[in-house]
């Protein structure tokens, strides 16, 4: 029986392959999560170079626009209707902890900010604007610090 040399993988099956494989890993994937060969926070710090590279690259060469450029509504739009609302509830309160502890965080570094704020006087236009612009200018200071 005479076979046909295949160079390039069909597509259809190809997908299919990732999807049979993709749900065959799942308890090897979840077990991997749990018990990581290194620490991930020491491996990020170390490739802190790597990824400042990588960024900046992708800066030089407008990647991002690029990206953004190739993103597919629909085909997103198709990934949330078929994993669905649930799976999104499920995954939000999953994180609920994790939310709790960066608001506690956040919300202490707005009371002490709040305290300097309320002792600001409001007596003239300037002093008003400068006390309202305070609390933006504040908590932006704080970015990327919880």
Known sequence: MPFTIR???????????????????ADDWLDGYKNPRRDPRASAVKAQGRWHNSVSAADTQARFAKNVGDYNVDEAIGVATAVGKDHYVTGAVA?????????ANIFKAEATLLVTIDAMPVDTLAQRLAKASAFANGMAALKGTF
């Open 7 to 25: 160079r390039i993988k069909d597509v259809a099956g190809a997908a299919e392959k990732y999807e049979r494989n993709v749900a065959a890993a």
């Open 95 to 103: 994180r609920k902890a994790k939310v709790a502890r960066k608001l």
